[in-house]
């Protein structure tokens, strides 16, 4: 394991913000942290980096306790913090030089390396700018070539890409992605479910400072009891129909979603859509618009939670 954590709790005053919390990262994986605002996710990052003290639990990265003076283990990581942080009167290149030479000191690989984080997050036609003439999604992917340069083993990025815009989110996505094929180890922040769900290798979820639950996507998905949603609108109001779906084999529930339509929830995905139609049209029910969906990240969270994680 390239992370090891059990037991954490971290205290801020009487809150506590990471509550008995274990986390394992295996070498090569991306492994997403997801949960809202205030669940913990940055807190657990920076107990993990030995920026902040806790009250109790063992923290292991690469096997060995990181503390704040292990410059060895820290030049084998990159952090990309959910802050933008880098020099305001420093040029893109120099910001990204200064970050780099914290852990490189020999001057051509440093600039080898400096020049490949351009390219990498593709700013290289901003590279004498200084950061206030950079957009907020150029800001952004400076961020992540500050803590990407050296060439970390094991890289944390706290929502990169919070502000930015769709193609530069894709762009970051799978640039990411790419890091990981390329072996570095990957702890990524969101509370985007579709990115958990597009880059991450494996999932914890977080809420209120703990973890409750991990997996894949699609383990977490087949996890929970709702199996298939079935959205219908109606073409009329039919008497009692709310009673008459929810009385139908398999069926965990029924909401009303608005005038006519309504949102019918499955315990198991076995020929539901079929089943259903088949019903209306005995029953001579007509429908304007059905479709079926599989459960979401979201339908994770709330049984979990009885809240809703959106996006
Ligand atoms: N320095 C601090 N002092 C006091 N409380 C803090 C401090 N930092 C965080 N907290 C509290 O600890 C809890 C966890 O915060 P944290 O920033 O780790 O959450 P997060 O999951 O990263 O949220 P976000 O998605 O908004 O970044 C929150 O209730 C927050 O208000
Ligand atoms: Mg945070």
């Known amino acids: 394991m390239i992370i090891e954590v059990n037991g954490l709790t971290k205290k801020y005053g009487d809150l506590v913000a990471v509550d008995n919390f274990d986390l394992q990262v295996a070498e090569g994986e991306i492994l997403g942290l997801l949960g809202p605002n205030g669940s913990g996710k940055t807190t657990v990052i920076n107990t993990i980096l030995s920026l902040l003290r806790y009250q109790s639990g063992e923290i292991k990265v690469f096997g060995e306790q990181l503390d704040p003076d292990r410059y060895d283990l820290k030049a084998r990581i990159g952090v990309v913090p959910q802050e933008l942080a880098f020099f305001t009167n420093l040029t893109v290149y120099q910001n990204i030089d200064y970050f780099c030479g914290l852990y490189i000191n020999d001057k051509a690989q440093r600039r080898q390396y400096v020049d490949g984080a351009i390219q990498y997050v593709d700013i290289n036609k901003y590279r004498k700018f200084l950061p206030k003439q950079l957009s907020g999604g150029l800001k952004r992917r400076l961020n992540v070539a500050c803590g990407i340069a050296h060439r970390p083993e094991l890289i944390f990025l706290d929502e990169p890409t919070v502000a930015v815009d769709a193609q530069s989110r894709q762009f970051l996505l799978d640039n990411i992605k790419n890091l990981r094929d390329h072996g570095s180890t990957i702890v990524y922040t969101t509370h985007y479910l579709e990115e958990a769900e597009y880059l991450c290798d494996r999932i914890v979820i977080m809420d209120a400072g703990r973890s409750i639950a991990s997996g894949t996507a ?94």
């Open 218 to 311: 699609n383990e977490l998905k087949h996890g929970i009891t709702v199996k298939e949603k079935v959205t219908v609108t109606f073409d009329q109001d039919y008497e009692s129909l709310e009673e008459r779906l929810n009385a139908l084999s398999n069926v965990l529930d029924v909401h009303k979603l608005d005038e006519r339509k309504y949102l019918i929830r499955f315990q198991e995905s076995n020929s539901n859509l079929k089943k259903l139609l088949d019903y209306f049209s005995r029953q001579g029910i007509n429908f304007l618009e059905v479709y079926n969906e599989l459960p979401s990240l979201n339908d994770v969270f709330f049984e979990l939670t009885g809240k809703e994680l959106r996006e």
